[in-house]
């Protein structure tokens, strides 16, 4: 069975950071890409940053290129996304998400999700 | 950047009925569209890709049409489980990968 487990969310001071970790178990974590997509309060999905395979290539958002980095360690089956220079509208539900192949496009798998609060 | 416009926003129906659900899409997506569901308090789930392809254990009652720009989801007789928003989402040109701004489907 496919489990996403994401952690690492809170309540953080605007310009603060935050490193969310999604840990993955019951596939081949090796074989595909993965993606962080969030969710504002009562609002659309919005896709964030998304990562190879490999970890080899990296696709971000405009709204949070420059402040974000994803990454993962195919040792661990772990996700990670780092998120620096931390704004209000960045609070969101940020998921993370299995990709159907090894390319970002669809998400097949979805954790249950991290509250990321940027408040002061 | 390719924009998703889904309506309506909100449809309401009543359980047994038909629910057709529109999502355009601002520029060609072949048919790289995928749409999803979502319940409150849950996740996102995969209903359909390739614009028609139901995901594993998807009931056959959804069913997705459509290519280029213009593209349907339809959910026959309505089960109470079904009453949620609905997504669809392009993966043809990207980054970005973009959502419409869904579909609430509540009981009439």
């Known amino acids: 069975e496919v489990q996403l487990l994401e952690s690492g969310g809170g309540l953080v001071q605007p310009g603060g950071s935050l490193r969310l970790s999604c840990a993955a178990s019951?596939?081949?974590?090796?074989?595909?890409?993965m993606t962080w997509v969030r969710q504002a309060p009562g609002k659309g999905l919005e896709w964030v940053s998304a990562i190879s395979f490999t970890g080899d290539t990296s696709y971000y958002a405009d709204s949070v290129k420059g402040r974000f980095t994803i990454s993962r360690d195919n040792s661990k089956n772990t996700l990670y996304l780092q998120m620096n220079s931390l704004r209000a509208d960045d609070t969101a539900v940020y998921y993370c998400?299995?990709?159907?192949?090894?390319?970002?496009?669809?998400?097949?798998?979805w954790g249950q999700g991290t509250l990321v609060t940027v408040s002061s | 950047e390719i924009v998703m416009t889904q309506s309506p926003a909100t449809l309401s129906v009543s359980p047994g009925e038909r629910a057709t659900l529109s999502c355009r899409a601002s520029?060609?997506?072949?048919?790289?569209l995928a749409w999803y569901q979502q319940k409150p308090g849950q996740a996102p789930r995969l209903l359909i890709y390739?614009?028609?392809t139901r995901a594993t254990g998807i009931p056959a009652r959804f069913s997705g049409s459509g290519s280029g720009t213009e593209f349907t989801l339809t959910i026959n007789s309505l089960q109470s489980e079904d009453f949620a928003v609905y997504y669809c989402?392009?993966?043809?040109?990207?980054?970005?990968?973009?959502f419409g701004g869904g579909t609430k489907v509540e009981i009439k």
């Open positions: 019951g596939f081949t974590f090796t074989r595909y890409a």
């Open positions: 520029q060609s997506v072949s048919s790289n």
């Open positions: 989402q392009q993966y043809n040109n990207w980054p970005p990968l973009t």
């Open positions: 998400a299995k990709d159907f192949y090894r390319v970002p496009t669809i998400f097949d798998f």
């Open positions: 390739g614009a028609s």
